[in-house]
């Protein structure tokens, strides 16, 4: 594996779940199996995980999601796990030493299976702190990466000639913050020279990789039908560079549900992967996504929160979500190699 650096609810009272199977390749059930034996190159997402910032620093959701991937992985070997940002609500962390690390991740995420590289992307609520704080927390971590602003990892799924390639960006960087007190409207780049210059390197890295499959991560959704919605800064600035350059998948979090959409004339699968810590059963933007775009959506209202896991083989990159309480199969999407033009 290795790594490319650059610079540096509210519950709502109805429970959701939305399962559109339309398309190919969208399973609701029975599930494919993961053969822990089979050639594969497996790890878990997660996103907006990151607890309250008063005592005890963390959500029973978050508790309940931490116990799940650990009892998961018990079973798989897990290579790393991805971390989609707002990793401190409500206002990032104040230094390296900010006792949050310990509280809301150290602290919480104690399963022995889950002693494998994290690696992190800020959310809105990380840049209301200092978030140069939580990459340097990568030197006194065993398991936190955070190597820059936005990066890059390659991988290999052992015992193949399969690439995977995950590029990971600072949405907020490009596109503003957000305050969920105001409805979450952005505010644009504070700084356009760097928003600029950080958009130049996601296209000179989607244009360079070669690999079988390239999946995007960021904290802003391109697609969403929830709270916040689409963000437009990057269905105008980004999803162009997905399509053009033959993404697999993009994986977001920011709204606190499970949802994957997909567009009929387009190959870019999207997940949202953002109830790791609280829930929202909102559907405000059902209207604002492309038609027949959503395929699957799931809040829980008695507070079961939810990951991903992910396995690569020669053959497909397999997607599933799964809830925290019971670690139930919720959906899964099947996802072929690239073919590269």
Known sequence: MAI?????????????????????????????????????LRFMVLGDWGGIPLYPYRTGVEKDVAARMGKVADSMDYKFVLGLGDNFYFDGVQNEFDKRFQETFEDVFTAKSLDIPWYFIAGNHDHN????????????????????????????????????????????????????????????????????????????????????????????????VAEHGPTKCLVQQVKPLLERYGVTAYFSGHDHNLQHLKEKDSDVEYFVIGCANFIDTSQKHKDSVPKDSLKFLWAEEKGQGGFAQVQVTEEAMTFTFLESVDGKELYQRVMKPRKLK
């Open 129 to 224: 702190g200092n978030v140069t704080a939580q990459i340097e927390y990568s030197h006194r971590s065993k398991k936190w990466n955070f190597p820059s602003l936005y990066y890059s990892l390659n991988f290999t799924v052992p015992g193949t000639n399969t690439t995977v390639t995950i590029i990971q960006y600072d949405s907020i960087t490009l596109c503003g913050n957000s305050d969920d007190f105001q409805h979450g409207l952005l505010t644009g780049p504070e700084n356009l020279q760097v928003a600029t210059t950080q958009l130049k390197w996601l296209e000179e890295q989607l244009n360079a990789t070669k690999s079988d499959y390239v999946i995007v991560t960021a904290h802003y959704p391109v697609w969403s």
């Open 4 to 40: 490319l650096c650059c610079k540096s609810s509210v519950l709502r009272l109805i429970a959701v779940v939305v399962v559109l199977t339309s398309g190919t390749g969208i399973v609701a059930a029975p599930f494919k199996a993961y053969d822990k034996d089979q050639a594969s």
